[in-house]
Structure formats: C-alpha cells, structure tokens
C-alpha cells in the first residue's frame, strides 16, 4: 500500500506541475497589462516600467518561470500584485470559508442522496419512486445560483418581514465566534449546494443498486432468509456504492478548490469568490496560488477514493 501511496503521489506532483506550468504560460499568452491596470489608463511609460521592474514582469517569461519554481519548491507562492499581501496568506484566510461550506454541504448531500437512491431503488417504479425521481430530476436540473436565491427570498426575505429573522442575508461568520453564527451564515448556501448534489447522488445510488439488487447473491442472500434490510444495506449497498465513492471524491476536490457561484450568491469570501476577483485583475500570483490549491486537493481525494475502495471492497487490490 505504500508503494501505491508513493506512486500516486509521484503523479499527483507531476499534474500539478504541468496544470501550474499552464497557468503561468497562459498568464503570458493572453492579451494583459498589470502595470496598466495598476497605475491606471493615464500612467506615463517610466510609471509602467518601474512597475514591471518592481514586479519582476520585464524579466524573460522562462527567467520568471524558473524564479518562481525556486520559491515554490520553498513553500513561497509570492505576493499579491495590488496590495502585497502573501498569497499564502490569502489562501489561508480564504481555505477555512470554502472547507466550511463544502465539508458540511458534502454530508448534506450524501445523507440526502444515498438515502433517496436507496429507498427508490428497494420500490422500483412504486409512487415513493416516482416522487423521488422526480424531486432528483427537477433539482439537478435547476441552476445553482436559482436555488441559492430562491432561498435567499423565502428563507431570509419572507422570514424577516413576518419578523423572524433566522437566516442572515449572506457573509460568514468564523468558527471563533461561536458555533451558532457560523452555521447562521452556512446553512442557506449548505442546503443550495446539497439539494443541487443530492439530486446526483440519488440518481447514481439508485441505478448502482437497482443493477446489484438483482444480481444472484443477493438472490441468494433472500433465499437464505436473511433480514431484508440486512440485504439491502449489507450486501447490496456495500456493491453499489463503489461508484457513489468515485464520484464523491471528484465532486469533494473540486468543491475544495471553491464553490464560485455559492460563494458569489452568499458572499462568502471564499477561495472561488477569491480566484474570480484574481482573475479580474490578471493577479497572477494569486491565481496559481488557488490553482494549486484546487488541483492538489482533486489528486488527494482521488488517492483517499482509491484507499477507500479496499476498505469497501476487500476484492480489491492496490495493485
């Protein structure tokens, strides 16, 4: 297993030297002028060469590129452009807003979905089936921003006219000020993320154990007279959910690396709402900083998934 971990984390670093070698290359293709868009259309030329001097942007791009490897391989993602703060010290300001909201979504999402997929799947085509499949179908097909403003105007508007102001209008709150604002501040965008996921999860678990439920063991599993929610979950759930634990670990990473249109509807100031901003102002630092970020945590799910599988499976091999 070692060798596995060792192996995939060797690839792991190679992607995420080819996805910030991208970046950077990007960053020098596209049409962009920082020291314009810092000092302003009427700057003169000597203030834009003295800022493309002071940010090293006058140097060659493979000069650049290699200075700024050599800082990264000493844990140095450099400063933002326009007010000089260290990245990391962004990312770290930012990390705790996107891991709150994707970790307490995440088991929103799962509970939701799994225990839909399931409950459709044991009654194939009975009206429960129906009701859940279409519930899955009409949430899965409503964009994210919707649901997270649809709640906003019955949860937070409605409420606080009738004088019950349960929801705040958006922004976060830290865990350091108590438990109770920072589930205030999380709850609307929990529920926007999870009812969008549960609808895929629900899908998936139900078609995985509509496929397992019919296979000869669990035939035989019944013939034995063993309990039927025994079968369901202990036989039939365990084969199924191979699938849902692949797709988890995509939709976990990618949500780490922020929840962009989550992050805008609630204002939270998360790592998505941060990449946007960056991207807005070519802060090129700033970007590959969470490009960093988003991709390393992607390769560390997907290397848990696999882990995970010969926990759930004990067929399987890390080969």
Sequence with gaps: MIRFVLRRLAL?????????????ALFFVSPNNVARTLAGPQAS?????????????????AEQYL????????GDLGFDYYHGVQVTSIIAEALPVTLSLAVGAAVLWLLIGVSAGVASSVRPRSPLDRVLTTGALFFHSMPTFLIGLALLYLLFFKLSLAGLSWFPAGGYAPLSAGVVPWLDHLVLPWLTLALVL????????????????????????????VKESRVVWRHGFRAAVTPVVT????????????VVITESVFSLPGLGKTAVDAINQQNLPVIIGIVLVASAAVVV???????????????VRLG
């Design 45 to 61: 030329p000597e203030t834009l060469a003295l800022i493309n001097a002071r940010l090293g942007l006058d140097r060659p791009m």
């Design 12 to 24: 792991g670093v190679l992607v995420l030297w080819l996805i910030v070698t991208a970046v950077f």
């Design 247 to 258: 797709q988890f670990g995509i939709d976990f990473g990618q949500l780490v690396g922020g």
């Design 301 to 315: 799910a997907n290397i848990v998934v696999d882990l995970g599988y010969v926990l759930i499976d004990p067929r």
């Design 67 to 74: 200075a700024f490897l050599g800082k990264l391989l000493h």
């Design 198 to 225: 549960a609808a895929t999860y629900a899908r998936l678990t139900r078609g995985s154990m509509l496929d397992t439920l019919g296979e000869d063991f669990i035939r035989t599993a019944r013939a034995k007279g």
